[in-house]
């Protein structure tokens, strides 16, 4: 944080509680597939462990909320509706993801979410970054793991 800068409680748990919200309903969608659908597809090479992807998300979306926490107290002379918006679109591309890949039971589907929700990262990172590089940068870690999920995805879509 920058010195003398005061932490905005509310407007963090807000922003977090935000992204943790959206990641938790996008996850009751995919529970009911993980034992049933998704055991029977072949998975690609460096697919983890199931247990693996609940905390990797939880951490992330408290990550990313965080970012927007940031983007929302840091003064700017810019509009910053841009930001506020691609993370918005990010955030649904994310959410539908789920639905498309589990729900629908469509990888192909997810896939071409996917490749939007990544673009979708690297715009919200830009605007991000042009208030305040912290929020940026707490979205690498999200923007990494996204882009491995799309590996995952075009292989799981590829064997199957």
């Known amino acids: 944080m920058i010195e003398n ?15 943790v919200i959206v990641g938790s309903i996008s996850g009751f969608f995919t ?8 055991a029977t597809l072949e998975k690609p090479a460096l697919n983890p462990p199931n ?11 408290i990550l990313i909320g965080v970012a927007l926490y940031f983007y929302l107290v840091t003064p700017s002379s810019n509009s910053k509706r841009m930001g506020y918006q691609f993370f918005a679109i ?10 498309f890949f589990f729900k629908m039971q469509s990888p192909l589907l997810a896939l071409v979410d ?11 990172m830009f605007y991000f970054g ?11 870690p999200y ?18």
């Open 5 to 19: 800068e005061k932490l905005k409680l509310p407007q963090l748990l807000l922003s977090v509680f935000l992204t």
């Open 31 to 38: 529970a009911g597939e993980i034992d049933t659908w998704y």
């Open 51 to 61: 247990w693996i992807f609940g905390p990797v998300w939880t951490f992330l979306y």
């Open 90 to 99: 990010q955030l649904l591309l994310n959410f539908l993801w789920s639905l």
């Open 114 to 124: 996917i490749f939007l929700l990544i673009a979708a990262i690297v715009v919200t």
């Open 130 to 140: 042009k208030v305040r590089m912290l929020a940026a940068l707490l979205m690498i």
């Open 143 to 160: 923007l990494a793991w996204v882009c491995f999920a799309t590996y995952l995805n075009l292989g799981i879509l590829r064997l199957n």
